[in-house]
Structure formats: structure tokens, C-alpha cells
């Protein structure tokens, strides 16, 4: 699921230079099905406030965002 922020078009987008990362908590990450992600998924944490990484195996955090 993605945020919706001032100037997005209709796919997230602010301008062709932006990156959109989906942004969900911890329980609707753990909800995601194998068939859902591959290795090097990338998700904005909003329960940590942690950029998230699906290293196939297992989740692993960056740094929280404070």
C-alpha cells in the first residue's frame, strides 16, 4: 500500500526522478506470501520507522529514522 502525498500522480509518483517505497507496519509485512516478494524487497516500516529489506530469507532493518 502506498501513502498518498501532495503532487503524486496516479502510480505515487512526485516526479520522474522519485522513488516510491511501499510503506506498511511490521504486522502487514509479515502478512506479505513468499509468492508476494523476492529477495531485495524494500519497505518503509512504519511500525520501526525503518527502511526494511527481504533478503529471501528473513527481514532485515536499517537504521530506525529518527
Known sequence: MLNSFPGQDEKGFKDPTSVAIPV????????????????GFVIFNSTTSALNVWTGSVWRATAALT
Open 24 to 39: 506498511m507496519t511490521t504486522t502487514e509485512r509479515n502478512a506479505l506470501s513468499a509468492d508476494q516478494i523476492r529477495a
